[in-house]
């Protein structure tokens, strides 16, 4: 194995260390917050954070993609050592993140007056909206001056720098958050308590990247040439469109339901997303953390070794995320039921819709990390755009059907689809010169195991969970596991990638 094959898995390994520590801390007391939010405070407050969450997060789309793009750039001068080109690149990023915060703080004030339309059965006074989503907007302007200072940091593999930033401030704002909780009831403080310490958090890091790359903060920085700058603006562009479609598919279901449903919906929803979300970022751990391992595979490996590394990754991820989207079909909604009781659950069929999505999003992310790790961003720049309209009509029309909430997640899953057909045959001609049909092939063959396993342990759960208990629900998490892992073992334990994992951690122990 060569220097450089020994940096990417060291370096991928210590990022993933470091990002599960920090993932299974905050998960637990995110759980243990989101029980004393609902205990202390109004069942509509519940969804009106998590509709704010979702404005903001559409509001993050001035960002264009221009980070996408300029940590694309920054993988060969790191890789080569160059920082007089680092320098250039990152003083580009700052200039143009000063921008996109004025863009934001300009759009998100603007939007203020019309707030009260995105919240139906709010339960607040109008007034008391504005102000809610005045602190949110506060929190997501200030971070647009220190989040460009992290690409350099992911550019030479150390993700863990900012996992652990991340984790230690997302602790201390929980357990300050169930103090306030507990102490006033009020939602002023639960908010106002988490701006506080996110803009500490937000001067630390300043800081402390500025004395950990001191040469960013020298003056004679030299100008990027004419082609290096149009390459980025080139890629730019193109993210433009990624940026706008995702923004219509991924951060909209639960502006749809607010709006069209009923705010505690949206609060009712995100309970389910908040498990979700949880063990989907345990599992991104994995895959986030070598996007900067591909970069630098790109930059320095031929195309066969791009291409296994590729299938390898692809069946981890297909292992991963079909095993916990068994675990989530057959325990989700009683893990809801056990942790905040009957009034927060969901009808079954938007829950197997929402879990239909999440299996075929672990597809797209594999897709979407290795394309951004490639810089492959032009040849379907119009295809979210698509994605996003479909979506919107599918969901909005839906939604006001007989359907309801499962409507609103049947025209995410259609609208999803498409980018899984389409993105394997733009990756594998523009990064492998291959066809997909290798792709589409694996990727029936995972799916088939994985329904034939998830129907199976789904008629055992019959018996195992007709009078649900915990410890009823361990043994049948248990059995999952074993049942899980013991039919992929037998299926594909011969594989060339399952004996390259094999191996990988065997050294690693070592």
């Given amino acids: 194995m060569g220097e450089q094959s020994l940096g990417r898995v060291k370096s991928a390994t210590r990022n993933i260390m470091f990002g599960y520590v920090g993932q299974v801390a905050t998960m637990l007391m995110s759980f243990v917050l989101r029980k004393i939010f609902i205990l202390y405070l109004a069942d509509t407050l519940l969804g009106i954070n998590s509709t704010y969450t979702n404005v903001l997060s559409i509001l993050n789309m001035a960002e264009l993609g221009i980070g996408t793009a300029l940590n694309f750039s920054l993988y060969g001068p790191v890789a080569r ?37 995105l919240v139906k059965n709010p339960g607040v006074s109008s007034r008391d ?78 800081r402390y990247l500025d004395n950990l790359y001191p040469y960013l903060r020298e003056k004679n920085v030299q100008k990027l040439s004419k082609e290096e700058s149009n390459e980025i603006w080139k890629k730019t562009k193109a993210l433009v469109y990624h ?8 951060q909209t279901d639960i ?47 031929s195309k066969d070794k791009q ?127 291959r066809n997909a049909v290798s792709y589409f092939l694996d990727t029936a063959k995972y799916l088939l195991s994985l329904v034939a396993v998830m129907v199976s342990c789904h008629y055992i759960s019959k018996f195992m969970l007709a009078n649900l208990t915990i410890p009823g629900f361990i043994l049948m998490a248990l059995i999952i596991t074993v049942i899980f892992n013991g039919v992929y073992f037998i299926l594909y334990g011969r594989s060339e990638e399952f004996k390259y994992l094999f191996e990988k951690l065997r050294n690693w122990k070592k």
Avoid: H
């Avoid at 150390?158 to 909780?181: A, G």
């Avoid at 991104?284 to 595979?297: A, D, E, P």
């Fill in 81 to 117: 050592g160059e920082k007089e080109k680092i320098k250039s690149y990152m003083q580009l990023y700052r200039k143009a993140y000063f921008v996109i915060a004025m863009v934001v703080a300009g759009i998100g004030l603007a939007l203020a007056p019309f707030i009260k339309y």
């Fill in 129 to 206: 909206l504005v102000l809610f989503y005045l602190i949110f907007l506060f929190n997501t302007v200030s971070s647009y001056f220190v989040a460009y200072k992290y690409s350099l940091v992911n550019a030479e593999q150390k993700n863990y720098i900012q996992s652990n930033i991340i984790t230690i401030t997302k602790i201390i704002t929980v357990f300050c958050q169930i103090i306030v909780l507990v102490i006033t009831r009020n939602f002023y403080f639960f908010l106002i308590t988490d701006a506080i310490i996110q803009l500490i958090q937000k001067i630390f890091v300043y």
């Fill in 243 to 250: 940026k706008v479609g995702d923004v219509a598919r991924l």
């Fill in 255 to 301: 502006l749809i339901i607010s709006s069209l449903v009923e705010v505690r919906m949206a609060g009712v929803v995100d309970n389910y997303n908040l498990v979700i979300s949880s063990v989907s970022n345990f599992v991104n751990i994995i895959f986030n953390s070598v996007i900067s391992s591909f970069g630098n595979l790109i930059a320095t490996e």
């Fill in 307 to 433: 291409y296994s590394m590729f299938k390898v990754y692809r069946f981890f991820a297909s292992w991963v995320y079909g095993f916990s989207c068994v675990v989530f079909m057959v325990l989700l909604t009683p893990l809801i039921r056990l942790w905040l009781g009957d009034k927060w659950i969901l009808p079954a069929a938007a829950v197997y819709c929402i879990l239909i999505d999440y299996y075929f999003k672990g597809d797209r992310i594999v897709l979407s990390n290795y394309k951004t790790a490639a810089g492959v961003f032009e040849p379907d720049k119009y295809l979210a755009l698509i994605q996003g309209a479909v979506n919107l009509v599918l969901s909005i029309w839906l939604v006001q059907t007989p359907l309801g909430i499962t409507g609103v997640y049947i025209g995410t899953i259609v609208s999803g689809l498409i980018a899984n057909i389409t993105k394997p045959i733009i990756i594998y001609r523009a990064c492998f010169d």
